[in-house]
């Protein structure tokens, strides 16, 4: 059975930084990518930053581009969202997601946390 644990949110000033953390228990084999996703207030969730499991290129989307990282760390599995220069438009709920390869859709989803960021 496979878990997805995220920490590392937190109430932050504009310009500070947050790495978030989301950690993997369970079989990984049929692991096809691992998404950072955020719901805003008011609007609806979004997906942030991929990583592909086999490799290749990560994603983020355009307002995020060069402020945050996805990194993967595979002897803790672990990956991780660095996030920096934080804008108030950053606040949300992020959550970590799976797709494996036999989907389409996610098949397991962390239960967030919770990213303040004040001006």
Known sequence: QVQLVESGGGSVQAGDSLKLSCVVSGPTSDFGEMDWLRTRPGKD?????RVYWDGGSPYYINSVKGRFDISRDNARNTV??????????DTAVYQCAVRTMKSLGYDYLGQGTRVTVSS
């Open 45 to 49: 969730r979004e997906l942030v930053s």
């Open 80 to 89: 991780y969202l660095q996030m920096n220069n934080l804008k108030p438009e």
